[in-house]
């Protein structure tokens, strides 16, 4: 391996590293951060709501221990007080219900009148037992008992002001695959939510409606709050990664989508600004409420958990829902396909996380697309890597034969870099002007082995975000990868190694021994005298070998398409690079080719001459240092 590839990988590293550090919050969105936590209004809001609920159960504890020792006009006398006009929903018999389809089962409790669970009969997670052999269960999403899906009514006539409908039991209406839950507050009052699973899909209509409940609820308020907790569960072997890929995402009326840090505790205050819809997302799954109109505002919040915690990470949404008629809504609640996001025209496919920047596009509207053309072409998504990088490495082959030929013709130079050397060892700065010179003389570019690498960047950065959020790869397997969009374990290691894991990913390894091996044929001809000689030749010798030691480190928790794509890419640039130095490129011609420029007039570039002028410089204050320390 030359200087010049050594330097193109060692940019790639620190663009790797640099791209890492991206992930974090840069510090706009921490001073964004905390102007909202600055926001007074919508905090209040939150603050009295949740000491309203602190209040709600305690007056629940009190109202069970009034069940077990009051008569029943006590019993109805406690429940008038603590719940207002809606006193009689506030007991009943805990039941649940089924809406069914071919794809999903939603199971619905009358206590809240909201979902429970559902099942998505396509999908699995994937547990390891204490021997790391995998097991697949069914998926399940929603079903902590800790998550809430509440509407506070502002209730007056209640004892805390307001009513929670996760106290009230629900009548239940179910016709088909739909199902109308209501709470009543007297005769022709009612608070509705109704449900209708639409047939093979993931989508269901979602309606909420006040009937009669004017006099009941509090007229200062345009809105009723939708408290909605989702206490996510990890469902994918990579917790990293899937803790990485999981927020709340959200979309002004009147801006792009957005999304709350996926790294760090955060609070994003919407209030005031109307919003087309906001999703609780896992890394491949999603929950979300799409309005027909647009919800009033919301406030959403993303809290971390412990990696050790059962679960993998807290959402809460405070949403601001018109009180005006019913409410009409969409709620998805199902895998994070693009198509079938992108299907809704409201940007929805911006929930998966294949990036915003320029990577983010070529995820999207070229690796996606023709990544899908591939796999459905031969059947296999690992197959549909090897042929995109071969894809790749064609299209790029021109560039890649122009690099090859570049070193062969520094190859060429060796022997008159290395009487260079011999003639100026002493002196390290004559000894690159006198480089510069060949260099020219002979038409020779040091950097011209670089192009390729900068160009397959934008690539490499695009799948690094593109096979961990494509729903497409996810326990995918290919060879002995059992899931794709995680990292490939070979083996399971007893303890956990800082940074590397407790695991040992054989792409990455095989990626890291072609690298090395490429390393090694590449530059048994290469000139180790341009690198400076001595200890500079031997730090680049190391660093060579080195860096994919260090990359080895970085890789092992990379999802394993990736890793694969890397390997395959290895594998064929040694291929590419053997055939066109053996069988393509005329050594001779290239011998001819240098003797022509040597022979031809040059005219010095603007940047040689500059160059040249502080090398000189740089020759200069050399001598007047070395004759000052004579004169000491």
């Excluded at 010798?541 to 890419?569: E, I």
Aim: aromatic share 14%; net charge neutral.
């Amino acid at each position: 391996m030359d200087k010049n590839t050594i330097i193109g990988f060692l940019l790639i590293f620190v663009l790797l590293i640099t791209w890492q550090q991206f992930m974090a919050p840069s510090p706009e969105e921490l001073q964004r951060q905390q102007q909202i936590q600055d926001s007074l209004r919508m905090e209040q809001v939150r603050q009295d709501s949740l000491a309203r609920l602190a209040e709600a159960d305690q007056l629940t504890a009190a109202r069970e221990e009034a069940t077990a020792h009051r008569d029943s006009a006590a019993v109805a006398s406690e429940m008038a007080t603590l719940f207002g006009p809606f006193a009689q929903a506030a007991t009943g018999e805990l039941k649940s219900w089924k809406l069914e389809n071919d794809v999903m089962e939603i199971t619905f409790t009358n206590k809240g009148g909201r979902i429970r669970e559902v099942w998505l009969k396509d999908y699995y997670k994937v547990v390891l037992d204490s021997n790391f052999k995998e097991h697949k269960v069914p998926l399940r999403l929603l079903e902590d008992p800790k998550d809430r899906f509440e509407y506070l009514l502002p209730v007056p006539a209640a004892a805390t002001g307001q009513v929670s409908t996760e106290d009230l039991y629900f009548d239940v209406q179910q016709q088909g695959n739909a199902i109308t839950f209501r709470a009543y507050a007297g005769e022709g009052r009612w608070f509705e939510q109704r449900y209708e699973l639409e047939p093979g899909s993931y989508n269901i209509k979602y309606t909420v409606d006040f009937v009669g409940l004017d006099q009941i609820l509090d007229r200062t308020e345009e809105n009723v709050i939708l408290n909605w907790v989702t206490w996510l569960d990890k469902l994918e072997r990579n917790t990293r990664y899937e803790r990485n890929y999981s927020t709340i995402y959200y979309k002004p009326t009147d801006d792009d989508p957005d999304y709350c840090s996926c790294t760090t505790d955060d609070e994003e205050d919407y209030t005031g600004q109307r919003l087309k819809w906001l999703a609780h997302s896992n890394q491949f799954f999603a929950s979300i409420l799409l309005p027909e109109t647009a919800f009033n505002g919301a406030v959403m919040r993303t809290e971390m958990l412990d990696p050790d915690a059962e679960d993998l990470k807290k959402l809460s949404s405070a949403i601001l829902v018109p009180r005006e008629g019913p409410f009409a809504m969409d709620m998805y609640i199902g895998p994070k396909d693009f198509e079938t996001l992108y299907a809704y025209g409201v940007d929805l496919q911006e929930i998966i996380p294949f990036g915003r920047s320029i990577f983010g596009s070529i995820n999207r509207w070229v690796i996606r697309p023709l990544f899908d053309f591939l796999a459905g072409l031969i059947g296999s998504k690992g197959l549909a890597i090897l042929l995109l990088t071969f894809i790749v490495k064609m299209l790029l082959y021109p560039l890649t034969y122009r690099q090859i030929y570049s070193q062969q013709k520094m190859a060429a130079l060796k022997p008159v870099l290395e009487k260079l050397r011999a003639k100026y060892k002493n002196d390290q700065q004559t000894l690159q002007m006198e480089q510069m010179k060949i260099y020219r003389e002979y038409g020779v570019n040091p950097l011209g082995g670089c192009l390729p690498v900068f160009l397959q960047m934008p690539i490499w950065f695009a799948l690094y975000r593109f096979f961990p959020a494509a729903i497409e790869f996810r326990q995918e397997p290919f060879l002995w990868a059992t899931d794709l969009s995680s990292y490939d374990a070979i083996v399971y290691l007893p303890f956990t190694i800082p940074m590397y894991g407790n695991h040992v990913s054989l792409f990455t390894i095989l990626w890291a021994a072609t690298t090395v091996w490429y390393t090694w044929y590449n530059s048994k001809q290469m000139d180790m005298s341009a690198m400076g000689g001595g200890a500079n030749a031997a730090m680049m010798k190391y660093m060579q070998y080195g860096m994919p030691v260090m990359f080895t480190v970085f890789f092992n928790n990379f999802a394993s398409g990736l890793t694969c794509y890397l390997f395959f890419s290895n594998v064929l640039n040694v291929t590419q690079m053997v055939v066109t130095k053996n069988y393509v490129i005329d050594h001779e011609k290239i011998k001819r080719e240098l003797e022509a420029n040597k022979a031809r007039p040059k005219k010095k570039s603007g940047f040689q001459a500059r160059l040249e002028q502080a090398l000189k410089e740089q020759q200069r204050l050399a001598e007047q240092q070395q004759k000052k320390r004579k004169k000491k």
